[in-house]
Structures are given as C-alpha cells and as structure tokens.
C-alpha cells in the first residue's frame, strides 16, 4: 500500500513558476514508476510527466520544455517544477504511483493517487 500527499500548488501569474511535491509512504516508493496527471472538471485525467524507478521522464507535448519531473528516492518524494506556466495550466494536479517498471500515460495503469492540488495561473 502506498499513500500520496501533493502540496505546492497554489495562484501564480502566466509567466510564473511553481513545484509541486508528492511525498509518498511506504517502503517500496523507488521501485514505482510516478506520474503526475492534471483534471479538469468533467473530463478525463490528462497525462502530465512520469518518471521510472532509473530515472527515465516522458512528458506531455503540452508541457515539455516548461515542465520538469524529478525524484527523490531518499526522501520518498517525486517533485513537478512548472515554468512559464499558462492560463491554460490551470486546473487540479494529481500524483499517481504505479508498479510496473516501465511508464505508461494512461490514468488506468496507476494503482495509487493522491488528492490532488489546485494550481490556477491568471492571464
């Protein structure tokens, strides 16, 4: 079992910086591949950036170039540094914990989620 908690969301101008965390339990978290995935009300959870247990990223072709996905292994921690951020940026962010050895950007494949944080960028 493992448990996610995000924070770092929060108001930002376009243009802004924010990193989100997800600090994650259990004893296994370098084994799991971690994802980060956005919502919108209504629609499908939409694939952000995801990183494999040796380090491996694959990122959205929405966000690469401004985002930045990073692990911590020593820290249970798995981080998202958005730049330039976008109006169209705004919405909640979900970290997903996943327990193949390979990244997969569907929402289906991951086992664990945690809350979400909001991240709203004004124009």
């Known amino acids: 079992q493992v448990q996610l908690v995000e924070s770092g969301g929060g108001f930002v101008q376009a243009g802004g910086s924010l990193r989100l965390s997800c600090a994650a339990s259990g004893r296994t978290f370098s084994t799991y591949v971690m994802g980060w995935f956005r919502q919108v009300p209504g629609k499908e959870r939409e694939f952000v950036a995801a990183i494999s247990n040796s380090g491996a990223t694959v990122y959205a072709d929405s966000v690469k170039g401004r985002f930045t996905i990073s692990r911590d292994n020593a820290k249970n921690t798995v981080y998202l540094q958005m730049n330039r951020l976008k109006p169209e940026d705004t919405t909640v962010y979900y970290c997903?914990?996943?327990?193949?050895?390979?990244?997969?950007?569907?929402?289906?494949?991951?086992?664990?989620w945690g809350q979400g944080t909001q991240v709203t960028v004004s124009s």
């Open positions: 997903g914990a996943d327990g193949r050895f390979y990244i997969l950007r569907i929402s289906e494949a991951y086992d664990y």
